[in-house]
């Protein structure tokens, strides 16, 4: 009898098991469908890698597309993990990132992804990839399909040897002929990166392919005006420039929030679309504004989040372009990161970044004289990228709250901003006030210094 039991009790233990992994397992799958956007981030003891997968809609006819974009970065996974996992020097710490850029354009939607991965050595490896692919069917196509007819290559390869070294010319950068006429050879490996853009068709050629690795990747803008005969008619429709848009700022009275308690949460590694919209709808129910440190990588493609953040009242820093570790980076390289990132933001809200949140937190005084701009570190810092649990991170934002604190959270996870609304609702009967970093230093009468890093105030 007592045996017949416990059988029957280790039977149900298991099917509650099983009950339990397929209801785990049903909510995770439902969260990446919802989600969308997709993010991965992984430590461990001797690298670091931070994936950014495209925002590519998750519909039957793109499963084919997704699948093959998830593919190449699984096959770059494999090769850094190799690379790394028997390096003897354990001091180091090696990072592997992929970030993406997505645009549309008439029937086409292209998606460029740029991975940069540290396995020693003088410099990061940079590898590009582009995809191009139907909107409403998922089918992949390449430069052929936008061309008039094969000889066009050609053309454009001529035009283009002529943009870079105008390009050159414009920018003090000394570029050989004999590399710029090599890297614009008339292949198709040669043109496979390229965007349509409001003024032209943008052609990236990266690091070392028409100039050397201090030189940077190189964009070239060909107005649609001279790729006539080049590029097919329909995608040779110029739209109207806009004229300048006037991006108003609000600015709010600061005088009540002057006997609170301040907090400010900045939020790094966004734009996104969902997080950093629900955190903007609901920051008006606690009078919070906050900060954003920005991917200069990112904010062309949520460029409407950005701006709905600023004209808000929220301020926007930068977190650098591509969020490498700038302790392995050139000077030159360094403010690329910097000055590129702050003229993609000036273009979509007027204004250029002053704060700087370097990625890692890795900066230095040589770093900072470089650079002309504040450093904004954080001093409450609740993991939300591992965790991934709202009440753990409002948890972990409550016990540590205290006035002049600075929360490093990421708007590109909805528990993250699910953790900041809950953490708010409970601060705020605290007597806490949630104010973005210009406002805590204008409340706090402090004077910025280029040469420090803030962590409070
Ligand atoms: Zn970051």
Same mark, same amino acid.
């Not at 600061?254 to 609170?260: A, G, M, Q, V």
């Given at each position: 009898m007592?045996?017949k039991n416990l ?5 149900g233990?298991?099917i509650?098991?099983?009950s ?7 909510f ?11 993010h ?5 003891e001797?690298y670091?890698m931070k *994936? #950014?997968? +495209?925002?590519?809609? %998750?519909?039957k006819? %793109? /499963?084919?597309?997704i ?5 190449y970065i699984?096959e770059?996974?494999g090769e ?14 090696y990072?592997?990132?992929v970030?993406n850029?997505?645009s549309e354009?008439?029937?086409?939607t292209?998606?460029?992804l740029t ?9 990061? *490896? =940079?590898e590009?990839k582009?995809y ?7 089918e992949?196509? #390449? ?9 066009s290559?050609k053309r454009?390869? !001529?035009v283009? &040897?002529?943009?870079?070294l ?5 920018n003090?950068? %000394?570029f ?12 198709f490996?040669?043109?496979?990166h390229?965007?349509f853009?409001?003024s032209g068709?943008?052609?990236?050629f990266? +690091? &070392?392919?028409?100039a ?5 990747e190189i964009? *070239?803008v060909i ?7 080049? *590029?097919? !008619?329909?995608y040779l ?5 806009p004229? !300048?848009?006037?991006v108003?700022?609000?600015? =709010?009275d ?7 308690k ?5 939020f ?13 709808d ?5 009078e919070? /504004?906050v ?5 200069g990588? =990112?904010?062309n493609q949520?460029?409407s ?7 808000q ?8 372009y591509s969020?490498?570790n700038l ?7 360094i403010?690329? @990161?910097?000055?590129n990132?702050n003229?993609n933001?000036?273009?979509i ?5 002053? $704060?700087?949140?370097?990625? &890692?937190?890795?900066?230095?005084? @040589?770093?900072?004289?470089?650079? %002309?701009?504040?450093t904004?570190l954080?001093?409450?810092? +609740? ?5 991934? #649990?709202?009440?753990?991170i409002a948890a972990?934002?409550v016990?540590?709250?205290h006035d002049?604190?600075i929360?490093l959270l ?9 953790g900041?609304?809950l953490?708010?609702?409970? $601060?705020?009967?605290?007597? &806490?006030?949630?104010?973005?970093i210009?406002e805590?230093?204008?409340l706090k009468?402090?004077e910025?210094?280029?040469s420090?890093?803030y962590?409070k105030?």
């Open positions: 007592k045996k059988k029957l009790s280790d039977r233990k298991l509650i098991v099983i339990v992994l397929a209801i785990l397992f049903g995770l799958f439902f969260n990446i469908e919802k989600n969308g956007e997709n991965e981030i992984i430590k461990e001797n670091y *994936i #950014d997968y +495209p925002d590519i809609e %998750n519909k006819e %793109n /499963r084919k597309i699948a093959s974009i998830k593919k699984d770059k996974k850094f993990i190799d690379s790394v996992r028997d390096l003897e020097n354990k001091e180091i710490v990072d592997f990132l970030s850029s997505m354009y008439e029937d086409i292209s998606v460029h991975v940069y991965s540290y396995t020693g050595g003088a410099h990061y *490896i =940079r590009d582009s191009y692919f139907k909107k409403d069917v998922g992949e196509v #390449d430069l052929t399909h936008f061309l008039v007819e094969l000889d290559l454009l390869a !001529d283009s &040897y002529s943009y870079i105008k390009y050159g010319a414009e003090d950068l %000394n050989l002929e004999d590399t710029v006429r090599e890297g614009t050879e008339a292949t490996e040669n043109f496979s390229f965007t853009m409001q068709l943008e052609i990236l990266p +690091p &070392y392919q028409v050397s690795w201090a030189d940077g964009r *070239i107005p649609y005006n001279e790729l006539k005969g080049i *590029i097919k !008619d329909e429709k110029v739209s109207d420039i004229s !300048d848009v006037v108003e700022k609000k600015t =709010r600061l005088t009540k929030f002057r006997d609170k301040l907090i400010a949460f900045t790094d590694d966004g734009p996104s679309n969902g997080p950093t919209n629900k955190l903007l609901n920051l008006d129910r606690f919070a /504004r900060t954003f440190f920005v991917l990588s =990112r904010v949520y460029s989040s950005l701006l709905r953040a600023y004209e009242g929220n301020q926007i820093g930068s977190h650098t969020h490498l302790f392995k980076l050139k000077d030159a390289d403010l690329r @990161e910097i000055t990132t003229a933001v000036n273009a809200i007027g204004e250029e970044p002053r $704060l700087l949140r370097p990625p &890692y937190g890795n900066i230095n005084s @040589e770093i900072k004289s470089l650079t %002309n701009m504040y904004i954080w001093n409450i810092d +609740p993991e939300d990228w591992k965790y991934k #649990d709202k009440d753990k972990n934002i016990k540590n709250a002049g604190a929360v990421h708007d590109i996870y909805e528990t993250s901003v699910d900041a609304i953490a708010m609702e409970q $601060l705020q009967q605290e007597g &806490y006030a949630f104010v973005t210009d805590m230093v204008t009468n402090v910025l210094d280029k420090k890093s962590f105030f």
